[in-house]
């Protein structure tokens, strides 16, 4: 498994957080899991398809 290490600005965090309180998350790297694979879902394009 990879590890990262970002900075993001407070006000971005902030509602982050507050996202994730909302959803019933315990934590923040279950969201931010669940977010790149939302995101992959939408954006990724094997490049055999292209």
């Known amino acids: ?3 990262i290490a970002m900075n993001l600005p407070d006000e ?3 509602e982050f957080d507050e996202v994730l309180k909302e959803n ?4 923040r790297i279950n969201g931010l ?3 790149i694979k ?3 879902k939408q954006h ?3 490049s055999s398809l292209l």
């Not at 019933?24 to 934590?27: K, T």
Request: neutral net charge; without cysteine; glycine residues 6%.
């Open 38 to 40: 939302e995101y992959n």
């Open 33 to 35: 899991q669940d977010a």
């Open 44 to 46: 990724y394009k094997p």
């Open 1 to 3: 498994m990879a590890r």
């Open 24 to 27: 019933g998350y315990s934590s």
């Open 12 to 14: 971005l965090l902030n």
